[in-house]
Nanobody, 124 residues
Framework: QVQLVESGGGLVQAGGSLRLSCAAS????????MGWFRQAPGKEREFVAA????????YYRDSVKGRFTISKNNAKNLVYLQMDTLKPEDTAVYYC?????????????????WGQGTQVTVSS
């Protein structure tokens, strides 16, 4: 079992930055692949970014490439999502996730563990 708690959401103007954090508890955190999803009002939940358990491989949706950076600190059981040059269309609830299979992030989105989410609002 892995428990995930997000923090760092808030209100920011377009062009600004936010850093989301995700604290994970449970055994074997360092062996889990981690990722972020988001869901905007009235829209389906969508994949944002993922990082392999070793930290050596990352994957992003096209619309955030070059603006968002995912990172992982296995020693502190933390995952981050640095979001720069934010746009109003980035407004959503952001969810931290964990899964033993990296391919689940790339292919089917069937993720085992989810946090409760943190709201990110970008004003124009």
């Amino acid at each position: 079992q892995v428990q995930l708690v997000e923090s760092g959401g808030g209100l920011v103007q377009a062009g600004g930055s936010l850093r989301l954090s995700c604290a994970a508890s449970g055994r074997a955190f360092s062996t889990y692949n981690m990722g972020w999803f988001r869901q905007a009002p009235g829209k389906e939940r969508e994949f944002v970014a993922a990082i392999k358990w070793s930290g050596g491989l990352t994957y992003y949706r096209d619309s955030v490439k070059g603006r968002f950076t995912i990172s992982k600190n296995n020693a502190k059981n933390l995952v981050y999502l640095q979001m720069d040059t934010l746009k109003p269309e980035d407004t959503a609830v952001y969810y931290c996730t964990a899964d033993p299979n990296y391919s689940d992030y790339v292919s089917n989105g069937r993720i085992d563990y989810w946090g409760q989410g943190t709201q990110v609002t970008v004003s124009s």
